[in-house]
T-cell receptor, first 114, second 115 residues
């Protein structure tokens, strides 16, 4: 079984500042890793995913994440945030070969202040 | 990318009635779909795996007689909330992996309010 821990429930940050949203996972098998964003009363939008290959993954809207196998982490970063980045961010895992049955972390609320 | 369409996007129903939510893969076939529930300010919890041509697989603690899942075709799965109660009010989201299995695509969600 897999589990995902998002270490921060809320992250307030000023506009144009860098941000890191932390994610650690636990699994006895190889996994795929994802970050999703959810705006109020909307569905999920995929920011980026790690399937294999380079451990630094670039996604949409200037976000990137780095897969660290030894630390079982997949932290999300953005060098300069905008007000429009205010949203809920979910880290998620799915087992390789498991048909993308996805387990989500509790979520991190990113709040960008002017 | 592939598109998963969910309908309706929101629904209000009276206690005791049943509500059906549809999840369609528009441009690909999905032998498997997943249903999630999200309570306000919480994460998405997997409810069940919908399998075309066979019974759904429910996660622990999810009542299969209350949340009926039917995977009618390779592009359609339905979730029926039977005898709905106010505590069933939630955001329900489905997902389907694409045929090349590079990721799961999510529907836009259905906001269910039971009054």
């Amino acid at each position: 079984a897999q589990s995902v821990t998002q270490l921060d429930s809320q992250v307030p940050v000023f506009e144009e500042a860098p941000v890191e949203l932390r994610c650690n996972y636990s699994s006895s098998v190889s996994v795929y890793l994802f970050w999703y964003v959810q705006y109020p009363n909307q569905g999920l939008q995929l920011l980026l995913k790690y399937l294999s290959g380079s451990t630094l993954v670039k996604g949409i809207n200037g976000f990137e994440a780095e897969f660290n196998k030894s630390q079982t982490s997949f932290h999300l970063r953005k060098p300069s945030v905008h007000i429009s980045d205010t949203a809920e961010y979910f880290c998620a895992v799915s087992e390789r070969g498991g048909g993308f049955k996805t387990i989500f972390g509790a979520g991190t609320r990113l709040f960008v202040k002017a | 990318g592939a598109v998963v369409s969910q309908h309706p996007s929101w629904v209000i129903c009276k206690s005791g009635t049943s509500v059906k939510i549809e999840c369609r893969s528009l441009d690909f076939q999905a032998t498997t779909m997943f249903w999630y529930r999200q309570f306000p300010k919480q994460s998405l919890m997997l409810m069940a795996t919908s399998n075309e041509g066979s019974k759904a697989t429910y996660e622990q603690g999810v009542e299969k007689d209350k949340f009926l899942i039917n995977h009618a075709s390779l592009t359609l799965s339905t979730l029926t909330v039977t005898s709905a109660h106010p505590e069933d009010s939630s955001f329900y989201i489905c997902s389907a992996p694409d045929t090349q299995n590079t990721e799961a695509f999510f529907g836009q969600g259905t906001r269910l309010t039971v009054v």
